[in-house]
T-cell receptor, first 111, second 116 residues
Framework: KQEVTQIPAALSVPEGENLVLNCSFTDSAIYNLQWFRQDPGKGLTSLLLIQSSQREQTSGRLNASLDKSSGRSTLYIAASQPGDSATYLCAVNTNAGKSTFGDGTTLTVKP | DTAVSQTPKYLVTQMGNDKSIKCEQNLGHDTMYWYKQDSKKFLKIMFSYNNKELIINETVPNRFSPKSPDKAHLNLHINSLELGDSAVYFC???????????????FGPGTRLTVT
């Protein structure tokens, strides 16, 4: 059974800092991994999708890496802004067609 | 133009009632999903449909019955609502489900269900 853990559960940083969010999973037989952000009371917005054959994906100030063999992914946010404050979720999608989400990391960026 | 839409956004009802939540996607995707997010914000898949066929049915009480009239719509009907059903229900869609694999998922805004 796939288990997905996100550390830390909460993170507070001053504006402008670079930061890393972590996602670890127990079953390395994955098809892809997707990072989302969720604003309070809102749905999920897709940030980045990494295929199992890729090692990283970049979009603007965001960079996601994947190390399938060690069961880890990181989301790097450069030059954080108050607008980045949200909960960040990773979803691990296996070859069996199941999507397992982590509990999320709640990020607060202080002006 | 909303890619994945859900109605209603909020639903407050009493125990024992039957209610439905509707979902529509205009992305041309083949696969649609229902997720439940509980009070602790934990998101868990409930059902997955591919081209109107049920492909994933997690351990969900049979009071929950999904229906897909066409591949752009996936509705969720809940019978005999219980207090523990209170949660936010999200619909999602993805391009396909080839060989059991999930492609990039797009989520709706959620339906907050409160059972009193």
């Amino acid at each position: 059974k796939q288990e997905v853990t996100q550390i830390p559960a909460a993170l507070s940083v001053p504006e402008g800092e670079n930061l890393v969010l972590n996602c670890s999973f127990t079953d390395s037989a994955i098809y892809n991994l997707q990072w989302f952000r969720q604003d309070p009371g809102k749905g999920l917005t897709s940030l980045l999708l990494i295929q199992s054959s890729q090692r990283e994906q970049t979009s603007g100030r965001l960079n996601a890496s994947l190390d399938k063999s060690s069961g880890r992914s990181t989301l790097y946010i450069a030059a954080s802004q108050p607008g980045d404050s949200a909960t960040y979720l990773c979803a691990v999608n296996t070859n069996a067609g199941k999507s397992t989400f982590g509990d999320g990391t709640t990020l607060t960026v202080k002006p | 133009d909303t890619a994945v839409s859900q109605t209603p956004k909020y639903l407050v009802t009493q125990m024992g009632n039957d209610k439905s939540i509707k979902c529509e996607q205009n992305l041309g995707h083949d696969t649609m999903y229902w997720y439940k997010q509980d009070s602790k914000k934990f998101l868990k898949i409930m059902f997955s449909y591919n081209n109107k066929e049920l492909i994933i049915n997690e351990t969900v009480p049979n009071r929950f019955s999904p229906k897909s009239p066409d591949k752009a719509h996936l509705n969720l009907h809940i019978n005999s609502l219980e207090l523990g059903d209170s949660a936010v229900y999200f619909c999602a869609s993805s391009q396909g489900h080839s060989g059991g694999r999930i492609y990039e998922q797009y989520f709706g805004p959620g339906t907050r269900l409160t059972v009193t």
